[in-house]
């Protein structure tokens, strides 16, 4: 995306916000100045670095209450290190709300979603040789995460889904086939 696309999905966006009757709308990670008894809600990635920066704001007293988003599921290594960063700097009378909100996937059309993964090089770290387990895990976890997003966005139940699945497989015309039952001819 370039600088031009960015600026433009920002004014987009804070315009959305502003009809909604949001006063501001900042990245995480730019400065920000105290507004005493405004509530936040953050939206953000679950990550380390995210975590340390909603617990500095708590700590230096920008915003309460604090209502936080997240984009995808948050590991738990992540959250217990987040609790005990509450616990630290002594914060946790200023959250009132900690979601995890399944959104990360992008929504193109009615019919269309991406998991936004172009950076990632998916295609390439799937079928190259040279990619790394840990890059591999990284970028499977993604598509696993983003998928089950899509699937918690529309309302299906993924037991149902596997449930289904499994009898699909079990009725099908390979499911007695010799080679299939272990007979071996």
């Known amino acids: 995306m370039g600088s031009y696309d960015a600026h433009v999905s920002l ?3 804070q315009f959305v916000l502003c009809k909604r009757n949001t006063d501001l709308a900042r990245h995480i990670a730019s400065a920000r100045h105290p507004i005493p008894d405004v509530p936040v809600l953050y939206l953000v990635e679950p990550s380390a670095q995210n975590l ?6 708590l700590s230096r007293g920008l915003y309460s209450p604090a209502y936080i988003n997240f984009l995808s599921s948050i590991p738990r290594p992540l959250l217990e290190d987040f609790a ?7 914060t946790s009378e200023n959250i009132a709300q900690f979601y995890d909100q399944y959104l990360n996937f992008i929504v193109g059309e009615p019919d269309l979603f991406s998991l936004g993964m172009r950076k990632e090089n998916t295609y390439w770290a799937l079928n190259s040789a040279k990619t790394k387990d840990e890059e591999l895990d990284h970028v499977i976890d993604r598509i696993v995460s983003g998928l089950f997003s899509v699937m918690v966005t529309m309302g299906m139940n993924i037991w149902e889904l596997l449930s289904f699945n499994l009898l699909l497989t079990s009725n099908s015309c390979y499911a007695h086939h010799p080679l299939s039952e272990g007979s071996g001819s």
Do not use: F, Y
């Not at 340390?52 to 704001?57: A, S, V, Y």
């Not at 005990?84 to 002594?90: F, G, H, I, S």
């Open 52 to 57: 340390h920066l909603i617990t500095t704001d």
């Open 84 to 90: 005990r960063q509450t616990a630290e700097a002594q």
């Open 11 to 13: 004014w987009k966006l």
